[in-house]
């Protein structure tokens, strides 16, 4: 049976989820709900990340133990998810102590081969980015995403010999046995390669508390990215042994955005070789959700939270209009007036409107169809394809177009003036039939409106039901 294993990232515990966490964590439901669907064995993971110099400072402000405060936050995301209908497979927590064992264990075992050896570590250190920053990553002395000036820390420190993996991993993206998608993310990603090159990268943080303690060094906590990116396969149960792949590795697709895509492209892989273990077979990273042309941030009080979107269109509602907002690969502005303005045309006059007209007439005019779910193979492979080219919009588009083509016909033939009822039943059955291969394509999308579609046209009576989408 085909594997299908699929990540998120681990998200920081610093804030409650926002509806840029929610873009990746639909779309990586979706993905499995998909590969599923088409018989593969699928394993879905996310979770959160809560070590680190970040958090530890977050929990002080607010006068709570880390572990106390990440228990609140964790929870939050787990609850969001739950909310949304995401069938993730396992929520991993980086507290978790099985988690932190494995990782002492595989720290461990690098520093037995040489690949993790003491130094010191002098620069910058941006709190927000949890990252080591060279001059030339600044903007006027900034962080370019935190927009704050990093600390200058100087340190005694365990170093990963990140430099030793430069050619190795190369040469696996060069010939996409690391596939990094879209292309343009694979170029910069050489280019960075090229020019700038891998240098070895401090493992350990002597004065951050609030982290894993390297075990043969208690003064030392692990470096909160080597500690996040085992997630990955603590989360299939992993016990942090060397070469020994735990059931669905490597993944077939690991998403994020843009932000984490380096180090998901140098320090990670270059972890895995060191643990003798394959290398993820594809990162695909998406773009930002912006709003007004600017990044979500508190300060500027515009984030949007997967709670206020849910609340105002219901669940399968928000994960349409966030998967359907922009191309996958690309930034997309989104905003409330542009979310209201696709409800109302793709959803409440769209689909919701199609589906109430044509159970209407069946209604009225009691017609009895027998219908089944039969695929409309053309649409099914052009789907397919748009999905698992990462293309969300255009898989979504695919069956809009065949509802719009529906409605059209409907109202070129108007059946409602109609009096004989096999005329009437000629028009509309293969209405029917259309509306219910749609739905049961739109299932990893919507999983509870379809199955209520499915339930509704495959019913001994069709009948016009409730409301599927009122009108904002
Ligand atoms: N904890 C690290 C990841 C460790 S993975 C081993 C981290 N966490 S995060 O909470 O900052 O999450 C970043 C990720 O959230 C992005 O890569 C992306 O998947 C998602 N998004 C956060 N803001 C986003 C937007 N504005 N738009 C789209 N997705 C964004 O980095």
Redesign the pocket.
């Known amino acids: 049976m085909k594997k299908f294993y699929i990540t ?5 515990v ?2 409650v989820p ?4 929610t ?2 964590t639909v779309a990586a439901d979706v993905l499995a709900r998909w590969h599923g669907s088409i018989g593969e064995e699928t394993f879905f993971l996310t979770g959160t ?1 809560e070590h680190g110099a970040n958090i530890e400072t977050k929990a002080k402000t607010l006068k709570l133990e880390p572990k106390k405060y990440a228990d609140q936050i964790a929870a939050k995301f787990i609850k969001t998810w739950q909310e949304l209908n995401i069938a993730n497979n396992n929520f991993l927590r980086t507290t978790n102590q099985v988690h932190i064992k494995a990782v002492q264990k595989a720290l461990r075992y690098m520093h037995d081969q040489g690949d993790i050896y003491l130094s010191k570590y002098q620069g910058w250190y941006c709190r927000g980015c ?1 990252q080591y920053k060279n001059e030339r990553d600044l903007v006027n002395g900034l962080c370019p995403d935190h927009l704050t000036r990093p600390e200058k820390i100087s340190e005694e420190c365990y170093n990963f010999k990140l430099s030793r993996y430069q050619a190795e991993l190369l040469k696996k993206i060069k010939k996409d046995e690391l596939e990094i998608l879209p292309l343009k993310r694979k170029n910069e990603m050489v280019s960075f390669y090229e020019k700038e090159g891998l240098t070895d990268v401090s493992f350990s943080r002597k004065n951050v508390n609030w982290g894993i303690p390297i075990p043969w060094d208690k003064s030392h906590t692990v470096y ?2 080597a500690d ?2 085992l ?2 396969l603590t989360g299939l149960g992993w016990d942090g042994s060397a070469g020994q792949s735990p059931k669905f590795w490597p993944p077939a697709v690991q ?6 895509l380096r ?2 492209a140098t320090i ?1 892989p270059a972890m895995l070789l060191s643990l003798k273990l394959p290398l993820p077979k594809k990162i695909f990273i ?5 709003i007004n042309g600017q ?2 941030s508190k300060t500027l009080g515009n984030v949007i939270a997967p709670d206020d979107l849910i609340k105002k269109y219901g669940v399968d509602a928000a994960r349409y209009l966030i998967m359907s907002a922009t191309a996958f690969g690309h930034d997309g502005d989104i905003g409330w007036e542009k979310f209201n303005d696709k409800y109302n045309a793709d959803l409440a006059n769209g689909l919701g409107n199609l589906v109430a007209r044509v159970s209407n007439l069946l209604e009225k005019n009691k017609l009895a169809l027998k219908l089944k779910i039969n695929s409309d193979k053309k649409l099914v492979k052009a789907y397919k394809d748009s999905l698992e080219n990462f293309k969300f919009d255009e898989a979504l588009k695919l069956l809009w177009q065949k509802m719009r083509s529906a409605d059209e016909f409907l109202s070129h033939k108007k059946p409602w003036k109609m009096l004989d009822s096999k005329k009437i039943k000629n028009i509309l059955q293969p209405l029917a039939q259309d509306i219910l291969n749609a739905a049961s394509l739109l299932k990893p999308f919507m999983p509870t409106v379809s199955e209520k579609i499915i339930k509704q046209f495959t019913a001994k009576e069709i009948k016009k039901g409730e409301v599927l989408f009122p009108r904002i």
């Open positions: 998120t990232p681990v998200y920081y610093n804030d926002h509806i840029g966490h873009y990746t990340d949890e909160v990215w996040a990116f997630n990955y998403l994020m955005s843009k932000d984490i180090v998901h990670w998406h773009g930002y959700f912006l990044k979500m």
